[in-house]
């Protein structure tokens, strides 16, 4: 018999597949390995030769192990998406891997073309989302549990306990996008201007800076 943690992981795996049509459109044959060299524009990646197609086009080791955290919010998201697994191309799901410091936070954001599910590796956090209706739906949840969040709704995980946590999500989509609220706002290029920022959160334009300062990628 199966243990408990990889039944589970499979059931949102396969929970993902069964919600795909939802999202991207089905496919019309049994494969289409993406081939973004080709530079042909479509709803998705023009297709690889069948006879070039070989079994690394299906493979991802990436999420094995927890990645390296750098960042002041103290979380990472390793994805496993058509970008990194080309034999993912119209099949309309994808995964990812997010680990958390003790602390860390995956800030509020949203994906555009998906709904997310994820499964608790490790650790304990407060996740939830804000509805149209701007009401907040919230839980803490533990290892072994499964939390929904439904497609474009934004969304927060956050790391509770004192020591590093992790979780696995699955989408359907092969390309959910993620389109974070405060890096959107704040980063975005060219920017939005300081005094819309200042009137909309009610601060003055020195505070906006500030975040802007706060909140620009790092010089390497």
Known sequence: ???TSTLAILGIFFSAISFA???D???LQDLCVALPSSGVKVNGFACKAEANVTEADFFFGGLAK???INNTVGSVVTAANVDKIPGLNTLGVSFSRIDYKAGGLNPPHTHPRA???VFVLDG???VGFITTANKLISKSIKKGEIFVFPKGLVHYQK???DKPASVLSAFNSQLPGTFSVAAALFTSKPTVPDDVLAQTFQIDTKQVDNIK???????S
């Open 1 to 3: 018999m199966l243990p």
């Open 21 to 23: 049509s939802a999202s």
């Open 25 to 27: 459109p089905d496919t």
């Open 66 to 68: 927890p990645a390296v």
């Open 115 to 117: 709904t997310e599910i």
């Open 124 to 126: 304990e956090l407060d």
């Open 159 to 161: 790391n509770k306990g």
């Open 213 to 219: 300062a706060k909140l620009a990628p790092k010089k």
